[in-house]
């Protein structure tokens, strides 16, 4: 069971206080409706999947309630940081080379 | 009675204390603190199972967890009887009942044994070979033989008694392992004042200090200094000792668990205990002291019964006070077998040979057992165990052959050297190291907070390993936040030290060699079986394991992993650390589900969520159904009636007269702020700004695709503040829909949502007579149908209480929602009961309900939808805001797909003959007198027998369904080809004028 701080309760809580909300910084467009087929399919489809570093985002249900985002090793399932919702994706990672 | 094989002031139990107990029926005595194993031997018993494939006849190879062949059944009482319990842990209780498993008819005479005989059909991958024609044979004929022969215990066929309990637990340092290392390192932390947890999976701590005679530790015996080291542990308060503890699991983030076995060692654990306890802990650091596991030599027929390892009869005699024999033969490639021989030949047991495979082998050990007059053979292999039952002789060979050598011996004690227990270390996603020198695998690579110490790390002798654990255990501390305190470390006076050893299958099983000589003794796999898997082609360890299943068993080859790489790298004539080792895995040893299940099972498995009306439903004799975690009351039933008769009445009754329905499982979430109607015109697609304070709205939530994700009745109670309804079963998701979007896309309204599906009891009120019932008892509120039309909401009182009362209608009747405080509802519910009986009211449930709405053509999300359903498909456009610029769905509803001609849509379905009721979920085809597999158009969704209409009634999904009205289609059934005419949606009062009826 991972162990996950909640940048609102500034505090690490057990994984069992928190579900996983998907992939982070997708942004929904401001003009929904005018969207092309080739955009929306990138919206709403793709993901990155990727081996390594993911941005995603987590819901802290059990506790605040409040969605945020969260830099996580695919690999070794490590946090490597959490922030915000709406805060921008981090310039740099804290242990990313470890 | 002192049995025959105990040795008289030998071990360390007080050998007043009696346990009678009884294996296969025959009765013994034992003495309290021992294992079964231990209980077992000093009576003489060798014999104690079959094996899995050939049913050879098994003893005890080890005194501990690892061990493979002693799995007994313990039986308590009829429901506690458990399977595959290692007789080298199970302590021993006066009246314990232990049985044999794998053997008909009997032990010594097991007819499946000609198995053994017929054994070259069996050899590696025999599943995929032998018996694999004809192909019928397998399911009918060989797999149930196959699975009645194999195997191990029986499960049991009672529900579990037992109790287990659960915690979680938080320290600075966890020590993994009980014996000098993890006590050393526990002393360490301990002494900085962190918290600590100190965990072995032995009754009594040590480790290997139970038989390692020759340790001293602080001027005294090893095993003494461990006992005061560990009581001094527990008395202090921030350290916390578990004996009988078993660290199965190492997972993410230094979270570690455990299982205490609490009770399986009284003999009347009483109710107060549980049987099993589960540890979840959590540790800044842990110390791994998992120490090391001998290895048995691999030679022919070194399965027989009294062939075990040197350290098991060391822990039965120092330990125990048992000796393992009278005439013991010694067959080793290390020093520490020596130390076995020593031991009991001090101990008055007669040692036969030491047989030791090295060629010049020098040392103190040596030196010892030669002056104690044992005869010491080096060079020489042991090729062969002589007996069946129980082993008799082993035949000796110069290792590069020569001439045979029979020695007449009532026990082999072997030792091919230790491997060290990584397997925690591995499950924390540590890398192994292969060291070259030493032929083992150590730990490389860290991927936690956690550090080795001792045989568990490849550290050997006992003071390299204090000094090494001392040190861990005060850097473990320091690094959990400890400050530096002055320290005491334990000062070793003696040591033995063992180490090397060798790997593979030893002379005389070699690859020109046909013989069975054991790698793995649980799945009975041979050295030939491992050099076949190489020559079939298995190149990869991981694919030579499952083809020989080697290391696959409950014991999950602990000692047989690196014998059976070590002869797949020499049949490959590849190095070692080339072929690789196989991933250990949780758990360490066989965990009992109901450790893991704990308290969640029965009442306790999942909430059950009742109405504050369901005790007088209860009452009325309903019968429930389950939605989701809710209890509904599903129809009632008055005397002699079934449930058609019963939801009959119950459908006539509502659209004559009245009925009352609990409607309060409906998820209710409010949405309030100065930007709440923004909200829902995104949430939703209809349109929210205009509707007026004290009107209602059908409203639909799409997800992002387009499809419909949840619908509901909407009131809007202010310009500020909305009551939204949604599905029973979507409460839950499309509340965090909403916070999702509220928090993350839309983040600049002003809004708070709040969850009150339980704060509202929600009474229905359907049927011509309904405002007749409800408008006596409401205060404030009027109810012509010029001030309160349809869809529309009023706050007010009712029976004195607050209400929102709705006028609404999922009958197609007029109809009123009575929403209430939920700790007013029963008695809401009662007064509005007492009232409809003046009016021949009935109750009705939630079938009834689904029958009403399906009569009127009223959908219900999850069942008439799937995920892939759109407004359009539903007939639901009208919902839809054209003028809308957004809302969550509005792009997803425009692709290609979803606005193509010949999507599934919903309709109605009249069968040609009425008394038909359609199967839910039965596909849908245009021509009946095509080929199957036919073409499929659709399917049904819901079908009912409507009384009211007096015919059966359907709703489905069809492939341009609208366009099909008039149009007959079929339903093909196992046993019919159902004729039916696609319909509208509305089957009863298609003009709607019952509304205001």
Redesign the interface.
Known sequence: ???IRCPYCEEER?ELEF?N?GEAHIA??A???A?S?DD?EKF?FIRSNPKGIIYE?W?HMHGC???FNAVRDTV??RFLMTYK??EPKPAKLPGASE | MIATFRIPGAGRLKQAETARFSFDGQSYAGVEGETLASALLANGVHLVGRSFKYHRPRGFLSAGAEEPNALVEIKRDSARRTPNVRATVQELYDGLTAQSQNRWPSLAFDVSALGDIASPLLSAGFYYKTFMWPKSAWKNFYEPRIRAAAGLGVAPDQPDPDRYSARFAHCDVLVLGGGAAGIAAALAAAETGVRVILADEQADFGGSLRFESGARIDGQDGFAWAQGAVAKLGAMDNVRVLSRTTAFGY???N?VGLVERVSDHLQNPGRALPRERLW?V?AKRVVLATGAIERHMVFADNDRPGVMLASAARTYLNHFGVAVGRNVGVYTANDSAYAAAIDLKKAGVGVAAIVDLRDNPTGSMIDEARALGIEVNFGRAVIRAGGKLRVSSMTVQPKNGGGERTIPVDAILMSAGWTPSVHLFSQS?GKVAFNDETKRFVPGTY?QDCVSVGACNGTDGLSATIDEAYAAGAKAAKDAGANTVKATKPKVDASESWSRGMLGAAPGAGPDTTVKAFVDFQNDVTAKDIRQAVHEGMRSIEHVKRFTTNGMATDQGKTSNMHGLAIAAETLGKPIPQVGLTTFRAPYTPVTFGSIVGHARGKLFDPTRKTAIHPWAEAQGAVFEDVGQWKRAWYFPKAGEDMHAAVDRECVTVRKTAGLFDASTLGKIEVVGPDAAKFMELLYTNPWEKLEPGRCRYGIMLR??GFIYDDGVVGRLAADRFHVTTTTGGAPRVM?HM??YL???F?HLNVWLTSTTEQWAVIAVQGPKSRDIIAPLVEGIDMSDGALPHMSVREGRICGVPTRLFRMSFTGERGFEVNVPADYGQAVWEALWSEGQKHGACAYGTEAMHVLRAEKGYIIVGQDTDGTVTPGDAGLDWAVGKKK??FVG???M???DLVAKGRKQLVGLKTKDPKVVLEEGAQIVGDPKQAIPMTMIGHVTSSYWSQNCGRSIALALVAGGRDRMGETLYVPMANAMIEVEVTGMVFFDEKGERLNG
């Open positions: 069971m991972l162990l057990p579900r909300a929904r467009s003009d929904m409706a969207t087929d929306f709403f985002r819901r309630a409040r969605f070794s399932d919702a709406g | 997972y993410a983030q979270f979840q959590r996603r991927a992002e695709d965090n916070e999702d928090q993350t896309e983040p610029t957004d509005i792009r997803g425009a692709r290609p």
